[in-house]
């Protein structure tokens, strides 16, 4: 029998593979997936495609013993055995990398997931510029957790180095949450995805292999056995010949070799089978080396291994072929298939006294805590298996391989009984939960702090229960669980306040009466405040002291006392700038733009904004920064700077920052630009988590938008529930400002639709607001509402008056499209009181101010009115307008070529004129034909004359 397998059946994938390797030659590397049900080749084909990139880096994951970046740790360090200078020219990365490879010399103090990344790729760019290289790290559906989140980091730097990267794994029985999954996604997602899934052998792929181990031509019979037993799997096809040719039951027949005796020779019906009758020729020495490498895994060290078994017998099964020995003092199964098959076979008591033994001397030798774990679990010592494993779960931490620390301590926590070593399970929980929420398991990180919290409650540490509760209560908001999160910080309040850390209990109810505050709850966020006032003097705390003067000036502006709020959030700014406490005051330069905008001055509030990002980027919290910018995105919107606001909207977007604050705001900046489908589609995601988390302000702006886009959309039903859901809301607040907009917005187009006892209830609400707030927005949202109900009733003069009343009152605000709505509504007032002049003029200044904001609905119907007064809406307002009023929508660029084709020029000498290709010219003329619902350049130029389109070209 021969005795080395050559690929059989893989040519196209072999091919695959050294397309890019020859990629990585030029200096494109990448990763490639090499998927595959066990024993189909994967290994085989990585090694082939690796043969001319020698020395090749391997490094393999090993079941339940893997440790975090095992398997590229592996590989780098099958380079140092080789050369141990070969990385020494990683600079300022190095000792950053020694936190991996402690051979390299001493570790960086201090490091974060981020740069140990950055040293890998600086090693494997290191590496690759020397020479062109292949890594082959196999059986990855084993591997931990960091590894693959490395291997996702490294994709796209791979494609400028001269490193390809074989990563091979098994696919069939893969989790549904396996991390491999969520690699290949990421792969895909970034372009960088390139994946083998090998199959099993057809029959005669299987035939050809056959002929190939046997050097003999196998019969059709055999070949057909043979394929049907092993299903096509190369691995099984070789340990089933092997197994065979052991035993003698192969003869040669009339058309190639057969079996013997088919009867008293049975062919084996499992891989396991397989392997041991191939190796049941070896001597009893070498079988206790098997037994004993099958307990080590499917790699390990052979020095470990000839402390319990003579070296003799490691020799031979490596001369049978059962283990390989690629690195120096380093081996491996020849497949791992085989490793699971012995170790099957390993009796029960030597099974766990191996494991036993092994776990001792890992210990004493220093060897990975996640392997001395596995060795004590199989030696049934779960107490030992637990102490390893909360090791296992620090070294991770250490190294911010997270998901393999919430790995190591959820196993050790499965170990414990509650009872027993309290201090070392209390500090394991608190790992759990801590390294839980890093990864974004905010499920495990609640079951984690709840326990902590419990446990503590119970020895009576009343000052880490408060602790444990503070951290739930951070998941709870993680989660959007708002009102989870309030009681989980009321028992830390109630706790910290008994344990007498007054300070601590006042920035738990600071944070409530936050809670109280984005609600519309006022009366509570104020009552909690003050008790905050009273714990942080207690404490002589003057941070805790000022932020709390910060948010009780919030609620007390927006519970209608504006003048004490204002001079509350001043004191509490006075106090942080005194101290030169630059976070807090940056947090309270936050706070003045939110009582300032409530009192309808944005232009203060704007730059007390500028103030607080200021102080954000020279020493602030990254929470304030953020609140910062969405207050900003929203003072801008108000004050009609929409393509500012919505840049800033976007980015917070991108980065995946305050995402649903941004799409209510940019939402309803969409809505006011006639922008509707999008709007609607970010309004709504907004509306969604401003219910659930409970966030008025939010759910104001989203509701308001989404009934703007409904009415626009002629769904006059949905536009009405919004309106009325907007305003059940604001009655369950104490909102004296936020809510204006809306719902004088809801107040005319209820007016507008002749739905009286609707729009008569808004003009209530507003009525309320005016006179408990006293801002001039209220006062004037309150006199259009007036108006409105006036125009309803059928008294245009009263109308007219309220109604320029609210355009005198808008003047003093610096909100653009308000004034625009106001001003339109005004001048069909107007206008229906018989001042036709001064309708013209208000429908005319709305006009402008919506034309110059982009707001095209408003301007669209500004210019309509204008059109229905018999007025020429192209002498008075533009051409553009002229279309607009009509319905028709033309850039720019369609009224110059409309204006060409109208005098009888051809697209080609319209061209020419406006130095733009011919082919530019044909669409232009499409789309305004189709705009104008015209059939010929002829008709398109009547209907332009009709609209008042036509000028000099």
Request: glycine share 8%; charged share 30%.
């Amino acid at each position: 029998m021969s005795e080395r397998t050559p690929l059989v059946g893989r040519a196209d994938e072999l091919a695959f593979l050294r397309e890019a390797a020859e990629r990585a030659r030029l200096g494109q590397g990448s990763i490639v997936l090499l998927a595959g049900e066990a024993g189909v080749g994967k290994s085989s084909l990585a090694e082939a495609a690796a043969a001319g990139f020698e020395p090749a880096l391997r490094g393999a994951a090993s079941n339940g013993v893997t440790v975090s970046y095992g398997p590229i740790v592996d590989a780098l360090r099958s380079r140092l055995r080789v050369d141990p200078e070969a990385l020494a020219d990683c600079g300022p990365l190095l000792p950053h990398l020694a936190l991996l490879l402690p051979e390299l010399g001493e570790a960086a103090a201090e490091s974060e997931r981020a740069t140990i990344f950055e040293a890998v790729r600086c090693a494997f760019a290191h590496l690759g510029a020397e020479r062109p290289l292949i890594v082959v790290l196999d059986d990855l559906q084993w591997s931990d957790e960091t590894t693959l989140e490395l291997l996702a980091a490294l994709a796209e730097p791979l494609r400028e180095m001269s490193v390809l990267i074989l990563v091979a794994y098994r696919s069939d029985g893969l989790p549904r949450d396996h991390r491999l999954r969520w690699l290949r996604n990421e792969l895909r997602r970034g372009g960088n995805l390139g994946e083998l899934a090998l199959e099993p052998l057809d029959r005669p792929a299987v035939g050809e292999l056959m002929r190939e181990l046997l050097a003999e031509e196998p019969s059709p019979a055999l070949v057909r056995t043979v394929h049907d037993r092993t299903m096509g799997s190369p691995f099984f096809v070789e340990e089933l010949i092997g197994a065979l040719w052991a035993r003698n039951a192969l003869r040669p027949g009339r058309r190639g070799l057969e079996l013997a005796e088919r009867d008293e020779v049975p062919v084996p019906d499992s891989i396991r089978e397989a392997v041991l009758v191939g190796i049941s020729e070896i001597s009893s020495g070498a079988r206790e080396a098997a037994e004993t490498a099958a307990v080590l895994g499917p790699q390990f060290d052979l020095s470990l291994a000839a402390e319990l078994v003579p070296a003799s017998g490691l020799a031979e099964l490596v001369e049978a072929g059962l283990l390989e020995e690629r690195d120096a003092g380093r081996a491996s199964f020849r497949h791992a298939l085989a490793q699971e098959a012995l170790y099957a076979e390993v009796p029960w008591i030597r099974r766990r006294d191996l494991h036993r033994h092994l776990a001792e001397l890992l210990e004493a030798g220093g060897g990975s805590s996640l392997g001395v774990a596995t060795h004590w679990r199989g030696a049934g010592n779960e107490a030992r298996a637990r102490e390893a494993l909360v090791r296992a779960g620090r070294e991770s931490e250490a190294v911010h391989a997270h998901r393999d620390a919430v790995r190591a301590a959820r196993e050790a926590l499965e170990l414990w009984p509650e009872d027993e070593a309290e201090e070392a399970r209390a500090e394991t929980l608190e790992r759990y939960g801590r390294c839980s929420e890093l990864v974004g398991e905010l499920a495990e990180a609640t079951k984690a702090w709840r326990e902590l919290a419990a446990a503590c409650e119970r020895r009576g540490d009343g000052r880490a229960c408060a602790e444990a509760q503070r951290r739930l209560a951070a998941v709870y908001d993680l989660g959007g669980e708002r009102e989870q999160a309030f009681a989980a910080r009321r028992l830390a309040a109630e706790a910290f306040a008994a344990a007498g850390c007054p300070a601590e209990a006042a920035l738990e109810r600071l944070a409530m009466a936050d809670h109280h505050r984005r609600g519309g709850r006022y009366s509570e966020a104020i009552a909690l405040a003050q008790v905050a006032v009273e714990e942080g003097r207690a404490a002589e705390r003057v941070d805790v002291d000022a932020r709390v003067l910060g948010l009780r000036g919030v609620v007390e502006a927006k519970g209608g006392d504006f003048e004490r709020g204002l001079e509350s959030v001043r004191a509490g700014l006075a106090l942080a700038l005194e101290h030169d406490l630059t976070p807090v005051a940056a947090e309270l330069y936050q706070r003045l733009s939110l009582v300032l905008y409530d009192g309808a001055d944005y232009r203060r509030a704007e730059e007390a904004l500028d103030t607080a990002l200021d102080l954000c980027r020279t020493d602030g919290d990254a929470g304030t920064e953020v609140a910062c910018v969405t207050c900003l995105v929203y003072v801008l919107r108000e004050r009609g700077e929409w393509s500012r606001a919505a840049e800033l909207g976007r980015e917070l977007i991108e980065s995946d920052t305050a995402v649903w604050v941004a799409e209510g705001l940019l939402g309803a900046i969409h809505a006011f630009e006639g922008k509707f489908s999008a709007a609607r589609r970010l309004l709504t995601a907004s509306r969604a988590v401003s219910a659930a988390v409970g966030h008025y302000n939010m759910y104001v702006d989203s509701t308001t938008g989404l009934a703007i886009v409904a009415a626009a959309e002629g769904l006059d039903d949905e536009a009405a529930t919004h309106c009325r859901e907007l305003l059940t809301r604001w009655e369950e607040s104490e909102d004296h400002h936020y809510a204006v907009w809306g719902v004088r917005w809801a107040a005319s187009w209820f007016a507008r639709q002749g739905r009286r006892k609707d729009a008569q209830l808004c003009a209530a609400a507003l009525g309320k607001m005016a006179a408990e707030g006293g801002h001039d927005d209220a006062v004037a949202a309150l006199a259009q509402a007036v108006g409105e109900l006036a125009l309803l009733e059928g008294d245009p003069a009263a109308a007219a008056e309220s109604l320029s009343r609210a355009v005198e009152l808008q003047r003093n605000l610096a909100t653009p499209h308000e004034r625009a709505q106001v001003e339109l509504r005004a001048g069909v007032a107007l206008a229906a009181a018989g001042e036709r002049d001064a309708a013209l003029e208000r429908l005319s200044g709305a006009y402008r101010c919506a034309a110059k904001l982009g707001a095209r609905p408003v301007a669209a119907e500004a210019a309509k009115e204008v059109a229905a007064l018999g007025e020429s809406v192209a002498q008075r307002l533009g051409s553009r307008a002229a279309a607009a009023s009509d319905g028709v929508q033309l850039t720019r660029r369609e009224l110059e070529v409309l204006r060409h084709v109208a005098v009888g020029r051809t697209n080609r000498e319209i061209a020419q004129e406006l130095f733009i290709s011919q082919r530019t010219v044909d669409m232009h003329v499409r789309n305004l034909l189709g705009k104008l619902d015209c059939r010929s350049r002829v008709e398109a130029s009547h209907r332009a004359g009709e609209l008042g389109l036509l000028g000099r070209p």
